[in-house]
């Protein structure tokens, strides 16, 4: 093994030190540590590990806030943070700590039955941790607190139940419209603004929650930074409601979330100023919707103007996802809608237009069979015709002794005088056509014709006679 030397090593003192975990002070008295090696021989790695993971074995008395309390397996997870105001720090510290069932049994034989962890949320606590060395596959070693006893739960100051009050009471006076009365929800969420920490839990929560929304170009989100506690909270807060006002009066916001996480009750006293509600107003901020992580705690002055209440910046954030979810179900819905109203009118048309086609079809029909039978009957009558001349023709002698008559027309009228008597002929026929002759125009186009008696049919020729010239 390759051997190190570690210069300046100072062996820690063996009385009992102050340490400062989690943001937090406690006591534990470390065990020896190993000699400390002179100017020429290291120690070994493995002895330096053993000592280090000697320091973090011990119980300590801690005072801390509660920022969370997550049921887990057969007991709960505490998470850990400061139990003063924050110390401007942007990664202030946190810790877990495991209340196993055994040790939720000890406490609810001493503080009752219905003793709940998640009452100690943004309560200041005091505690006794066991510590000691956690070994996570692929992340390396950590640390992991164990609660062994709670020595006492804070209680939530009077003060900041009063200066919301006051609060709620100078804005009434101001008649200014404020609370869960103004909360109108919008049709089509596309731009909303987030006040939150820039570093702070609150705004990975909201992310995360919306980030797929955004990324999709659904959501346009109007980021606003802010600082929640320590002297210049309340300015920060109230300059950045008027950002926010600002942003709606340009763009018309859907809504604003402002959330923060949890903390120490004292940590929510700049959500009850004055300045800071007046700023959160509806004229002002129309759809304020806030999550500020104080379940289990009296509620602040914000939660009483703001149009929504939720309890945490998840479930502010989730409101704003199922409204957005709730205007994709909308268009979808009408969507539907309009295709199926698109479809009516496109099966009324067609309706209507297979109508006038069969009306018109009907109509062309109705013509082409009544000329069809005006036709039939003009061919019936020529067909009449041309049998009776058929027949004319097989009833005409044959041979040499067949002669035609000639007849001379004399084509002026009244030529005829009485050639035609009551021994005129019944019925005149052109031969080469077997049209019914009705005329002496139509007589004086042909060159044969047949002439029908009461007793038999003869041919005749016509010839015109010429004029008697004086």
Sequence with gaps: MRHHQIRGWRAAPSCQAVTRASGVQGTVTPPHPPPAPDPVRAIELRDLLGWLRQRLTGEHTVRACVLLAEPVGNGDVLLLGEADHASGSNDPPRLKARLDAAGLDALRAERGDGFDPATLVNRTVVLVL????????????????????????????????????????????????FGPGTWVEPEDPQRIAIVVSEFGDARRDIEHQLQDLE???????????????????????????????????????????????????????????????????????????????????SRTALDEVAARCEPTPT?????????????????????????????DEIEAAGRIALARAVKAFDEALHSLIAEAE????????????????IAACAAEPRGPAAASTVLNVDPSPGSMGDAFSAEAPTLVIAADTGRVIAAANEARASDRILLQFRDGMVSARIEPRPHNQH
């Design 374 to 389: 005006q036709q039939l009957r003009s061919l019936d009558r020529e067909m009449e015709q041309s049998l009776l001349a």
């Design 215 to 297: 990324a999709a170009g659904l959501l346009r989100i109007d980021r606003v930074w802010a600082q929640f506690e320590g002297p210049s909270a309340e300015r920060s807060l109230t300059d950045a409601l008027v950002r926010v006002a600002a942003l709606h009066a340009e763009h018309g916001l859907a809504a604003t979330i402002l959330a923060r996480g949890g903390g120490p009750v004292g940590g929510f006293a700049p959500l009850n100023a004055h300045a800071v509600a007046q700023a959160a107003t509806a004229e002002k901020v129309p759809g304020l919707i806030v999550g500020l992580g104080h379940a289990c705690t």
């Design 130 to 177: 066991r510590t000691g060395l956690r070994r996570r596959f692929g992340r390396g070693a950590g640390v992991q607190a164990k609660v062994i006893a709670l020595l006492s739960i804070g209680e939530s100051p009077v003060e900041a139940v009063l200066d919301r009050e006051t609060t709620l009471r100078r804005l009434r006076a101001e008649r200014l419209p």
């Design 315 to 343: 479930a502010a954030a989730a409101l704003v996802r199922d409204l957005v979810q709730r205007t994709g179900i909308r268009a979808s819905g009408a969507l539907v809608a309009y295709e199926a109203a698109v479809q």
